[in-house]
C-alpha cells in the first residue's frame, strides 16, 4: 500500500471538528450524497501543515510577527486548498 499523500475532510456547517476523514475523494463524495450532508468538503496534505503548504506553495506569505505566531499557524487554514461545498447532499459550489 502506498504512502497516503491527502485525505478529504468533511465539516458540517456547525461542527467544531470534523465529522469524517476520507482516503478518496469518491468515498467522501458518495457518503456525502448517501446522507444528504450540508458541508464542506476540503483536501489536506499527510504530514504537513497547510500553513507550511501554503507557504511553500506561494499562496500565503509572512508579512507581520503575528503571521508567525503559535496561535495564528494552529487556527491557520487556506481558500486555496481545493474544496466543495454541499447542501442537502449536492454541490453548492467548487473551488480548486
Same mark, same amino acid.
Given at each position: 500500500?502506498?504512502?497516503?499523500?491527502?485525505?478529504?475532510?468533511?465539516?458540517? !456547517? +456547525?461542527? *467544531?471538528? !470534523?465529522?469524517?476523514? &476520507?482516503?478518496?475523494?469518491?468515498?467522501? $463524495?458518495?457518503?456525502? +450524497?448517501?446522507? *444528504? $450532508? %450540508?458541508? %464542506? $468538503? %476540503?483536501?489536506? !496534505?499527510? @504530514?504537513? #501543515?497547510?500553513?507550511?503548504?501554503?507557504?511553500? /506553495?506561494?499562496? &500565503? +506569505?509572512? +508579512? /507581520?510577527? *503575528?503571521? #508567525?505566531?503559535?496561535?495564528?499557524?494552529?487556527? &491557520? #487554514? #487556506?481558500?486555496?486548498?481545493?474544496?466543495?461545498? &454541499?447542501?442537502? @447532499?449536492?454541490?453548492? /459550489?467548487?473551488?480548486?
Amino acid at each position: 500500500m502506498g504512502e497516503i499523500k491527502e485525505v478529504w475532510v468533511f465539516n458540517g !456547517p +456547525k461542527a *467544531r471538528f !470534523p465529522s469524517a476523514i &476520507f482516503t478518496a475523494k469518491a468515498d467522501a $463524495l458518495d457518503w456525502i +450524497k448517501n446522507y *444528504r $450532508l %450540508t458541508g %464542506t $468538503l %476540503t483536501k489536506y !496534505p499527510v @504530514g504537513v #501543515s497547510v500553513y507550511e503548504c501554503s507557504i511553500e /506553495s506561494g499562496n &500565503f +506569505k509572512v +508579512k /507581520s510577527e *503575528r503571521d #508567525s505566531t503559535p496561535d495564528f499557524i494552529g487556527n &491557520f #487554514s #487556506s481558500a486555496a486548498q481545493e474544496h466543495m461545498h &454541499f447542501e442537502n @447532499g449536492a454541490t453548492a /459550489s467548487a473551488a480548486t
